[in-house]
């Protein structure tokens, strides 16, 4: 953990920890570290890490690393519409496809303490008034608002309004 009442800046701590893991020699002072203290990186360094690293994975798996090539594109085929595609299939395709339908009348946030005193004739408040657009939703998702109707002694929903997604 950071001491709050240190006042060494970011750049003294990241100098001490490089001065720490390394040993320079008076060849190396003049291509690691500048005038003012911070270390130069340079492009030949880089390489050279590099190469250490890719000889060190050769060694390691056994094999010899691939020489970098240009990937090729990839081919789509052709894509253009044929006259397989424009034979339209019946809607009785879709007659097996189940989905989960739910009609959402409102919400309420209760304890449950308050969901086991529950029984047979108890009222629960709804966040909606009576006359309020009630939600359907297809799969988890808002498909449309409709309102509550009774027919036959069943209720039903007459969709009002189709939710754009």
């Known amino acids: 953990m950071a001491d709050p009442n240190?006042?060494?800046?970011?750049?003294?701590?990241?100098?001490?920890?490089?001065?720490?893991g390394s040993t320079t020699t008076p060849d190396d002072v003049g291509s690691?570290?500048?005038?003012?203290?911070?270390?130069?990186?340079?492009?030949?360094?880089?390489?050279?890490?590099l190469d250490q690293a890719?000889?060190?994975?050769?060694?390691?798996?056994?094999?010899?690393?691939t020489v970098k090539t240009t990937p090729a594109p990839f081919d789509l085929n052709d894509l253009s519409p044929t006259e397989e595609a424009s034979d339209r299939q019946?809607?009785?395709?879709?007659?097996?496809?189940?989905m989960d339908l739910r009609i959402e009348l409102g919400r309420t946030q209760m304890c449950?303490?308050?969901?086991l005193q529950l029984r047979g004739g108890s009222v629960v408040a709804l966040d909606k008034l009576a006359g309020?657009?009630?939600d359907v939703f297809v799969?988890?998702?808002?498909?449309?608002r409709g309102e509550v109707l009774v027919m036959n002694d069943n209720?039903?929903?007459?969709v009002t309004e189709l939710v754009g997604g």
Do not use: H, M, W
């Open 139 to 144: 799969n988890g998702r808002l498909i449309a």
């Open 32 to 49: 690691d570290v500048s005038a003012e203290g911070g270390s130069a990186v340079q492009t030949e360094d880089i390489e050279k890490l």
């Open 90 to 98: 019946p809607i009785d395709l879709l007659g097996e496809v189940e």
């Open 155 to 158: 209720f039903c929903i007459r």
């Open 54 to 65: 890719t000889e060190s994975l050769e060694k390691a798996t056994g094999e010899t690393a």
């Open 6 to 20: 240190d006042e060494s800046t970011p750049a003294d701590v990241t100098d001490g920890v490089a001065s720490q």
């Open 132 to 134: 309020d657009p009630v």
């Open 112 to 115: 449950l303490d308050e969901v």
